[in-house]
C-alpha cells in the first residue's frame, strides 16, 4: 500500500446527515427508530487492506439480493443507523428490520463461533435432538441475552 494515500475512506456523519436529511428505519420489535449517527463517529467504509467495510459491503449486497427485511442480532441494532443513511445517500431502496435476542451461554457471552460455541450440528452430534433445541428455540427457553 502506498503511504501517502489515507489509510481509510470514512462516512463524514455529520455531512451525510444534512446531505440526507431527518431518517427513520422501522424494526419489528422497537417501532420507527431515527437515525442518530451521535456516538458512532465517522464509520469506516474502505480501508487499504480491505475493499469494503461491513456496513457498506451488507448494505450494497442487500439492495443487490432486494432484500425486504434483515434479520439480524440485537448486538448490531445501532449498525442499522449507519445502514439507514447509506441507503439514503445511495438511493437504495429501505427494507424494514428485525433485530433478535441473542442466544448465550451460562455467562451471559452470546453464542459464536469466534469464542468456540458449539455449533448445533455439534450439539446434535453429541445427543441433543434437533427438534428439540427448535422447540426450546421457539419457546424462548433458551438463555437469550440481548
Known amino acids: 500500500p502506498d503511504p501517502a494515500l489515507p489509510a481509510a475512506w470514512r462516512l463524514d456523519a455529520t455531512r451525510a446527515l444534512a446531505t440526507a436529511g431527518p431518517l427513520a428505519w422501522e424494526d ?4 420507527t427508530i431515527p437515525v442518530d449517527l451521535a456516538g458512532l463517529g465517522d464509520v469506516v467504509l474502505v ?5 469494503a467495510s461491513y456496513h457498506l459491503a451488507v ?10 427485511l434483515v434479520t439480524r442480532g440485537a448486538d448490531l441494532f445501532a449498525a442499522s443507523h449507519i445502514h439507514r443513511t447509506l441507503q439514503a445517500l445511495l438511493g437504495l431502496a429501505v427494507p424494514r428490520w428485525h433485530h433478535h435476542a441473542l442466544l448465550t451461554d451460562d455467562t451471559g457471552q452470546k453464542l459464536a463461533k469466534r469464542r468456540g460455541s458449539p455449533a448445533l450440528a455439534e450439539r446434535r452430534r453429541a445427543g ?8 426450546q428455540l421457539r419457546l424462548q427457553h433458551l438463555r ?3
Open 47 to 51: 480501508r487499504k487492506d480491505l475493499p
Open 144 to 146: 437469550l441475552g440481548t
Open 128 to 135: 441433543e435432538d434437533g427438534r428439540m433445541l427448535a422447540q
Open 28 to 31: 419489528d420489535f422497537a417501532g
Open 59 to 68: 448494505t450494497l449486497d442487500d439492495a443487490a439480493d432486494g432484500v425486504t
